[in-house]
C-alpha cells in the first residue's frame, strides 16, 4: 500500500509505503541491533559545552571518531555556537514518537511527505556543498540539517540552505574546529592544514551550526565497515559523508529513506557521480573511503528493510 503526500512545489513521484506498517513500534531497533552491536539511541546528536567545562568521561579516540585532546579547542567553539536545537529536531533526538527521516545522499530529493499523526518527519538531511538553487524541481528546496566539514562547507551557505537550516561540522581533524574559531570569531586566518581551501569568509548564522557527536563516526567505521579505530598510518580508510548520515539517522528515526546513493561500476570512466558537477569516480582515488565496501553495508540495510531507496542503487 503507497501512503504518501507530495507537495506540488517539491513535487518528486515516488511510493512511500505505510509507514505504520512498514514500522511497528520498536521494530525498526531490533532489526539495526541486528546490523550494530550494543546498538543505542542514548547519544546525543550534537556535543555540548556543559561537557567541556569539567571533561568527566574523557573519550578514549581522537578524531574523526572521538575527541580526545581536542578539549579545548572544543569548549571554545561550543561556546560560540550553543543554542538550543530547534523544538522539531529536539523532539526527535529525544525520541518523542515516531519518527521518520529523508537521510539522504549527495543527490538528496527533498520531500514534504505527511504521514498520519504522531508522526515527526525530518527531512531532509543533505551532504556537503550539494546545491540545492537551481536544482529544486529534482531535489526539493527544504533542507533540515547539512552535514559538512570545512572542505565542503559551501562557499555561499545562505543561497544553499533554508534561513533555519542546522548547519552540522563533522570533524574530521583539529583544525576543523580552529576554521569554525576563525570564521565565526573573525580571528586571523589559516590557511594551511587543509587538503582543500575552505571558505574563509563563511556568511552563517552562529545559531544554525552545531557539532556533530563523533560517536555516530566511530560507530559507522567500527560497527558498519569493521574498521580498527587504531589504523597503521598506511591503510588509512574512513566512511563517507553519506554513509556517516545513514548511521545517524538509524539512530534518531524510524525510518530511512536515501537518495543518490550509489556508485558507478569502476570500470565506469565516463559517468559523473554528483548531480551538480561533471566529475568521475576518479575524483575519489585519493578519498580514503572504500565504497565497494560502503556498497555492501548498504545493501545489508536495504535487505533489513532499515533504509528504503528512492532512487536506483
Ligand atoms: C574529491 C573528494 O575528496 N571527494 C569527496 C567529497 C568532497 O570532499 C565533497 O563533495 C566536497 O567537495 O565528499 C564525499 O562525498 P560527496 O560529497 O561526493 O557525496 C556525499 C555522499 O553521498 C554518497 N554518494 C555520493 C555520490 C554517489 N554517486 N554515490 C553516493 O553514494 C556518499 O555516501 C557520499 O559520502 C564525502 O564527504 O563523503 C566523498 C568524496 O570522496
Ligand atoms: C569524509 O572524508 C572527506 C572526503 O571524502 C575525503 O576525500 C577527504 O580526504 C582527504 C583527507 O582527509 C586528507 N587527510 C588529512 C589528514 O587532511 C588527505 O590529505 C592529503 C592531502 C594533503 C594536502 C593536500 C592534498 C591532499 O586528503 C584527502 C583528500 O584527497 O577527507 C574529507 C574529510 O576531511
Known amino acids: 500500500m503507497a501512503w504518501y503526500y507530495i507537495s506540488r512545489e517539491e513535487s ?8 505504520r506498517m512498514a514500522c511497528p513500534q520498536g521494530e525498526m531497533e531490533k532489526k539495526v541491533t541486528l546490523l550494530i552491536g550494543n546498538y543505542t539511541r542514548d547519544h546525543p546528536m550534537f556535543l555540548h559545552l ?61 520531500t514534504r511527505m505527511q ?23 529534482d531535489v526539493g528546496s527544504k533542507t533540515t540539517m547539512r552535514l559538512f566539514y570545512p572542505e565542503s562547507a559551501h562557499f555561499d551557505p545562505r543561497r544553499e540552505n533554508n534561513p533555519d537550516t542546522l548547519l552540522v561540522l563533522v570533524p574530521f581533524k583539529p583544525m576543523d574546529f580552529q576554521w569554525l574559531e576563525m570564521i565565526l570569531n573573525d580571528k586571523k586566518r589559516i590557511r594551511k592544514g587543509f587538503w582543500k581551501q575552505p571558505p ?44 556517516l548520515a545513514i548511521t545517524l539517522a538509524l539512530h534518531f528515526c524510524d525510518l530511512v529513506h536515501i537518495a543518490g546513493f550509489g556508485y ?33 553495508a548498504i545493501k545489508r540495510m536495504l535487505e533489513l528493510g532499515v533504509v528504503k531507496n528512492l532512487t536506483h542503487f
Open 12 to 19: 518528486f513521484s515516488f511510493p512511500v509505503q505505510d509507514v
Open 50 to 110: 556543559n561537557d567541556y567545562f569539567w571533561v568527566k568521561n574523557r573519550s578514549p579516540y581522537e578524531l574523526p571518531y572521538g575527541t580526545k585532546g581536542s578539549e579545548d579547542i572544543l569548549l571554545r567553539v561550543l561556546a560560540i555556537t550553543s543554542y538550543s536545537v530547534p523544538e522539531s529536531i529536539q523532539r526527535v533526538s529525544a525520541g518523542d514518537g515516531k519518527r521518520d527521516a529523508n537521510g539522504t545522499g549527495h543527490g538528496e530529493i527533498g
Open 115 to 137: 504521514y498520519p499523526l504522531p508522526h515527526l518527519v525530518l527531512p531532509p538531511l543533505r551532504l556537503n556543498n550539494a546545491p540545492v538553487h537551481g536544482y529544486e524541481a
Open 200 to 243: 574563509l569568509i563563511w556568511d552563517a548564522n552562529p545559531e544554525q551550526v552545531r557539532i556533530l557527536n563523533p560517536y555516530f563516526m566511530e560507530i559507522t567505521a567500527a560497527k558498519l565497515l569493521n574498521l580498527s579505530m587504531k589504523q597503521p598510518r598506511k591503510i588509512k580508510q574512513k566512511p563517507t559523508t553519506g554513509l
Open 264 to 296: 558507478p561500476n569502476s570500470a565506469n570512466k565516463k559517468q559523473s557521480i554528483h548531480y551538480y558537477e561533471q566529475i568521475t569516480l576518479k575524483s575519489m582515488a585519493a578519498s580514503e573511503h572504500n565504497v565497494s565496501h560502503e556498497a555492501l
